[in-house]
C-alpha cells in the first residue's frame, strides 16, 4: 500500500528525481552534473521514472532511440552516434536509450557518451539520465556502464504467484553515500511512487 510519503525539500545543489520519496531517501534529490544510469527491463517502468524526472524539472531533452517518440521528445532512431550527440540540450536530458546505443555503436561509444561526450553539459550542471535495459547486455558491457555512470538505480520486479513485486535500489552515487535499503514501489496513473515499506539490505 502506498501511503503518504515525507516529502523532501530539494536542496540547491540537487535536482528532484520527480518521485517524493526517493528525493527524501536521496537527501533532497539527485547532485547536479551527475550522469544517472536507471537499469530495469522494459516494463518495470524505467520510461516513468524518466518522465517524472523531466517534469519536475520543468521539461528538458528526451532522445528517444529506440522507440516511437511521444511529444516533446527528439526523434533520433535514425541519427547517427555524433548526431544524438548534438541533440543532447538543457539542463535535465534522458536518453532512451543508452542499451540502443550500445547496441547500434558498440559500448565503447556509450562510455564516451557517459564520460567525454557529456562532459561539458555536465560541467555546466545538466544532469543526463540515460536508461539500461538489464538481460540485454553482457556482463563487461554492464560492468562498463557501473563503472562511468555517477549514480545507478536498479529496477526488479519478482512475480510471485499472482503478485507483481517491484523493488528499486540505489546502487551507486559516486562520492556519496548511498541508502542501504530496497524500497518497494508501485506503477500507478501518475506514475512511480515508492511504498512506505521498505528493507535493509
Known sequence: MVGAVRKAKVR???????????????????????????????LSGCELIAGQFLKAGGGGSYVMIDGIPGEGMTDARHMDFYEILAALKGDLIVIDSLSSVIDRFGIGKAVFLLNEGT???????????VIVYDDFHSPAEMSYVCRNADIFIQLNEVIHGNEIERTLSVRKMAGLGIPGRVYPYNITAGGIELSTTERVV
Not at 528532484?16 to 534529490?29: E, K, P, R, V
Not at 553539459?121 to 545538466?126: I, Y
Open 12 to 42: 540547491d545543489d540537487r535536482r528532484s528525481s520527480g518521485i517524493a520519496g526517493l528525493d527524501f531517501q536521496l537527501d533532497g534529490g539527485f547532485p547536479k552534473g551527475r550522469t544517472i544510469a536507471v537499469c530495469g527491463n522494459p
Open 119 to 129: 562532459k561539458d553539459l555536465r560541467a555546466a550542471g545538466a544532469d543526463i539520465m
